[in-house]
Every structure is written in C-alpha cells, then in structure tokens.
C-alpha cells in the first residue's frame, strides 16, 4: 500500500485510471481478485465457525464466550459503527466527483474507510492471537493484504481507505481480544493474590 501511496498517490484519479488499465489487460487476474473480494471475509469467519463447533463439542466455555464476543462486537462494528463512518463522512469512490456528500447514505459516496479491510482485520487479528500459529498468522495476513489490494484493483477504494480501514479494523479487534486469560487461570489468580483494599 505504502509503494503505491509513493508512486500514484493516496487518492483521485490517477490510481483509479492505472488499476483500471491493468484490470482490463489482465482478466484472469481481476476474476481472482473478485473472488478473494467476496469469499476473504466469509474465509475469516468461517475460522469462527470451526471454534465454535469445537467449542460446543467440547463445551469449552472460554471458546464459546471468546467467539460470541467476537461476533457480537463485529455486528456492532460492521451495522453500526462503521456504516455512521462511512456514510457521515460520505467521501466519494473511484470515478466519482468531488466534493464528499456527508449524510447521503448513496454507496457511492461511502468510500472511507474500507468496510472490506476494516472487516477482515477485525476478524483476524482476534482469530491469530487465539491460535498463536505463525503460519495461521501469516495466511490471514496475506488474506487481509489481497482484500484490501483487491478493493483498488477493482475500482472500489482508494489507497487511502484501504489504510483508514487497517486502522480502525486494528482499533476495534483490540477491544475485540483484549486481555484473554483463561477464565480458570482468571479465578486462581485472585485467589492467589487478592487484591489489598
């Protein structure tokens, strides 16, 4: 993102004219940058899925409320949080003239942040630190880079929106897996070390 921040710029037409020239060159790779559009976050939240299913085999109680949690705080995030974003600031896309139109609710005037990027980080951030695989970690890195890259080759973000949605994805996945102690661990600590009043 940073190399083509340098080179075409954060935002306006000279991005959209360069992707859009090679999107049309290249058609096998626009396809698959469609698919990885559409199937990356339901990728992500598939993981989910998987924990919970084990969790509920296990009754794994530390699993079912870190999933919930999860999935109740990227409801929030995606219906509200994100859309009073994205819309309140009514910045335009791609191919879509200036000045922002703030409060339009028009899809094209709902480009920043990327609800894309932003979705993906909030899911996989959480996901990495539970499984604490770098190999796990490096695939959802990888996932959330060809999202957010997905977006701009297929003239829907701007660089900008891409780093806007990274950025607040990281925000709302830190509260998402904040502190994650065992809840039998939580419980002995305190018996342990009390707390002096």
């Known amino acids: 993102m940073t190399f083509i921040i340098f080179c075409l710029g954060w935002w306006g ?15 096998s790779i626009t396809r698959f940058m ?15 899925f998987m924990l919970l299913l084990v969790a509920l085999a296990k009754r794994d109680k530390e699993k079912k409320v ?13 219906c509200f949080a994100m859309q009073l974003i994205k819309y309140g600031l009514g910045m335009p896309r791609p191919g879509f003239p200036w000045p922002p139109y703030p ?13 894309h990027t932003a979705t993906a980080v909030t899911a996989a951030i959480p ?24 977006r701009i ?15 607040l994805g990281s925000i709302a996945a830190r509260y ?11 419980a002995t600590r305190t018996l342990v ?5």
């Not at 996901?127 to 997905?150: C, D, E, T």
């Not at 998402?176 to 939580?186: L, N, T, V």
Request: net charge positive; hydrophobic share 50%; aromatic share 16%.
């Open 193 to 197: 070390n009390p707390k002096i009043t």
């Open 127 to 150: 996901l990495a630190l539970w499984f604490k695989n770098r190999p796990f970690s490096l695939f959802l890195s990888v996932l959330i880079a060809l999202i957010g890259f997905s």
């Open 103 to 115: 409060l339009g609710f028009i899809n094209q005037y709902a480009s920043f942040p990327s609800g």
């Open 13 to 27: 037409e000279p991005v959209r004219q360069f992707f859009s020239q090679l999107a049309a060159a290249d058609i």
């Open 66 to 78: 870190f999933v919930l949690r999860c999935a109740l705080f990227s409801i929030f995030f995606l």
């Open 153 to 167: 080759w297929l003239g829907q973000h701007h660089p900008i929106d891409i780093v806007g949605g990274m950025l």
């Open 176 to 186: 998402i897996a904040c502190e994650r102690i065992p809840i039998k661990s939580r």
């Open 34 to 48: 469609s698919v990885i559009t559409h199937i990356g976050n339901p990728l992500i939240y598939g993981g989910y």
